[in-house]
């Protein structure tokens, strides 16, 4: 059974970067699923934040290009998110998880990682 | 772009059936998924595809599609069901994942 665990700090200044990292047991980032960011900003819905696939491929929500990168480290079986340049607006709980789609059109996120809140503070 | 918009609220009396839909262009050409999140709780998968459920989410959760609109149905609310519903798919022109606003689903 596959599980993700984001670590990271919880607390970040202004004008820093986040970074978080999420741990994959049970499973293999190398597989053949997306693995995922996703921020859930209070007061306000779910944001898909990018994936990264094949280790190295990614693909970035628009509004958030220009200041993120996401990563593999396969030899750790881990994923990371590092996002430039924060304001009290990143504040939100981050989760990483799996994405899985198929060209028959079936898309899925399971499993989530518990979740890490992150406040943006000076 | 393929937004996908979800009512923001919805209530449902102990053990009635409501529906949860969520409406987007995308969902022509991709499923929806659903999931429910509880308060300090993660996203929660419950429904995907056509109509299935992962293992162990009870079958009084049930999804449906007719052309642009999602719909997860609850058979018989219960009170432990009471919690926000999001929607999710995929963007019909990029590889980018989308989600609905979320409804917050209130059981009487």
């Known amino acids: 059974q596959v599980q993700l665990q984001e670590s990271g700090p919880g607390l970040v200044r202004p004008s820093q970067t986040l970074s978080l990292t999420c741990t994959v047991s049970?499973?293999?980032?190398?597989?053949?699923?997306?693995w995922t960011w996703i921020r859930h900003l209070p007061g306000k819905g779910l944001e898909w934040m990018g994936y990264?696939?094949?280790?190295?491929?990614?693909y970035y929500n628009p509004s958030l290009k220009s200041r993120l990168i996401i990563s593999a480290d396969t030899s750790k079986n881990q994923f990371s998110l590092k996002l430039s340049s924060v304001t009290a607006a990143d504040t939100a709980v981050y989760y990483c998880?799996?994405?899985?789609?198929?060209?028959?059109?079936?898309?899925?996120?399971?499993?989530w990682g518990q979740g890490t809140l992150v406040t943006v503070s000076s | 772009s393929s937004e996908l918009t979800q009512d923001p609220a919805v209530s449902v009396a102990l053990g009635q059936t409501v529906s949860v839909t969520c409406q987007g262009d995308?969902?022509?050409?991709?499923?929806a998924s659903w999931y429910q999140r509880k308060p300090g709780q993660a996203p929660l998968l419950i429904i995907f595809?056509?109509?299935n459920r992962p293992s162990g989410i009870p079958d009084r959760f049930s999804g449906s599609t007719s052309g642009d609109t999602a719909s997860l149905t609850i058979s018989g609310a219960q009170a432990e069901d009471e919690a926000d519903y999001y929607c999710?798919?995929?963007?019909?022109?990029?590889?980018?994942?989308?989600f609905g606003g979320g409804t917050k689903l209130t059981v009487l």
């Open positions: 990264v696939f094949s280790s190295a491929t990614t």
């Open positions: 595809g056509t109509n």
């Open positions: 995308g969902l022509r050409a991709f499923y």
């Open positions: 049970g499973g293999s980032i190398s597989s053949a699923y997306y």
């Open positions: 998880a799996r994405y899985y789609y198929d060209s028959s059109g079936v898309n899925w996120i399971d499993p």
């Open positions: 999710q798919s995929r963007d019909i022109t990029s590889a980018h994942l989308v």
